[in-house]
C-alpha cells in the first residue's frame, strides 16, 4: 500500500486551522500531523452526527466542511452517523428530555443526510459508520465499565448543571411526597388538603435529568474509542462530548484525541443562530435561484464569515478580499455574488450557478421578471370552496384553501392559505414592513383584498429573500 504524501505541517495546520472556534489541545494536532508526515499514515478525523432530522441547511454544513479539509489534506474523513444515540436523544443544549426516535425513523432520516452531506466530502474517500455497530453488542458488563466515570464530571455540563438547579429549586417549593389520587379512598381524601388550592402548578418533569440521558455523553464518548480516533470535529456546543471522548479514550489506553470545535453559524438576520425555526436559514436542497438570492440578502458584515465558515478559500485569500473592500478596490456587492455563486455551484454545478446569477440580475439590478416563475393557480368550485394547485415537477400539488365563500378575501388570508407564509399574523407583519408587492406595487395596507370572483393573474413578491411567483385566479372547477 502506497503511502500518502502529505503537505508540510505548517501548510496543513494553516488549511485546517481557518474558521476554527477552539483546538484542544493545538501542540497535540501538530505532534499527531507530524507524526502522520513521518510515517506516511493519514490521521482518523471523526465528524458524529445524530440523524435527527431528514434536511439540513448551511448552518449543518460548517463542521462537514471542516471534516472534508481534513479530507484535501489527504487524512481519512470518519462520518458516523448515530443511529443507536439517536434513539437515546442528544441533551446538548435541551432544557427538557428529548423524545427518542424509532429505527425506523433514524434510517430514513441517515439515507437522505447522507445523499446531501456527499455534495460536500468525496463518497468514495469517506468511511461511513453506524454506531449501532458496536453500541448495539455492548453487554451489561462493558456498559457498566464504561459507567465507572465520575457523576460529578459529567453534571458539569452547563444544560445539566441548569436543568438539575431548576429541579431543585422545583421540589423545595413543592411537597416531595404527593399520595397517588388513584390510590386514595374517599375518607382519606378529607385526610390531605388539594395541592392545587395551596400551591401552584408542578414542574414540568422534562425538567429532571433521566439516567438515559447521562449515558448519551458516555456513548458517544465510546464511539471514538472503537474509530480509534485522532481528531473529533463537532460544534462549540459539543465540547464537552469531544472532551469525554478524549477522557474514555485514555481510560481504554489510546491516545487522546484532538478535539476541534466550529463556530455556529449566523443566520441571514446577522442576529441570531442560523435556524429553520427562526426562518433565517438557507437549506442546501433549496432551488438554486433561492439559495442565491438569500445569500445576496445577508449583511455586509456577515459575509467574511460566511468566506471563512462555507467555503473552501485561504484564509490569506479572504483577507485580501477584506482589503481590497476596505480600501475601495472591490465592491461588498462583488464579493457576494463571488460568495452565493460559489456555494450554489458546490450543491448544483456550474450551470446553476450561471443561471443564478443572471437570474439575480435581470430581477434584483435590472428590475425585470424572471424568464421562469412558479404559478400558483386557484379555482373555485361548487359551494364557494377554493382550491389551489401548482406544478412541481411534472406532478400536480393541489389543497383546499380556507377562504370566505365571498370570494373577496385579504391578501393576508389569501397567502397564509397557500402557505406561502406562516400565518396571517406574519403576512401583516410582511405588510407593515413593506415586504410585500402586488404586480410591482409595495402593499401598504394590511386589510388590502383581492377578489376571487374575477380571472387574474398577479405578480406576487414577499420579502427580499423569495423570488416572484404568479398566481392565476380561474373560476372553474378544479381539475380532479
Known sequence: MAQTKFKSVEEQLAYLKKGVAEIIREEDLKA??????KTGKPLRAKLGVDPTAPDIHLGHTVVIRKLKHFQDMGHTAVFLIGDFTAMVGDPTGQSETRPPLSREQVNANAQTYLDQVFKILDREKTEIRYNSEWLDRLTAQEIIKLCAYPLA????????????????????????FQPFEETITPPMRASFPDPRSIQGPHPKRQASISVHELLYPLLVAYDSVELKADVELGATEQKFNLLMGREI????????????????????????????SLDNYVGITEPPEEMFGKLMSIPDSLMWSYLELLTDRTANVIENLKTNVQAGTTHPKQVKVSLASEIVREFYGEGAATEATQAFQRVYSDRQLPLEMREITIKRALGGVFFSYEKQKEI???????????????????????????????????????????????????????????SAAYIVKIGKKKPPFRIVVEGVEPPF
Request: hydrophobic share 35%.
Open 32 to 37: 499527531k500531523l507530524e507524526k502522520s508526515l
Open 153 to 176: 464530571r459529567i453534571l458539569e455540563r452547563e444544560d445539566f448543571r441548569s436543568r438539575l438547579a431548576a429541579a431543585q429549586d422545583a421540589s423545595r417549593q413543592n411537597p416531595p
Open 249 to 276: 479514550q485514555r481510560e481504554y489506553d489510546q491516545e487522546s484525541q484532538v478535539c476541534m470545535t466550529m463556530p455556529i453559524l449566523v443566520g441571514l438576520d446577522g442576529q441570531r443562530k442560523m435556524s429553520k
Open 396 to 454: 400536480i400539488h393541489s389543497r383546499q384553501l380556507s377562504l370566505s365563500s365571498s370570494g373577496v378575501e385579504k391578501w393576508t388570508r389569501v397567502l397564509a392559505s397557500l402557505e406561502e407564509v406562516e400565518s396571517v399574523a406574519k403576512a401583516e407583519q410582511l405588510i407593515k414592513g413593506n415586504g410585500l408587492d402586488v404586480d410591482g406595487k409595495t402593499v401598504t395596507d394590511p386589510g388590502a383584498r383581492v377578489d376571487l370572483n374575477l
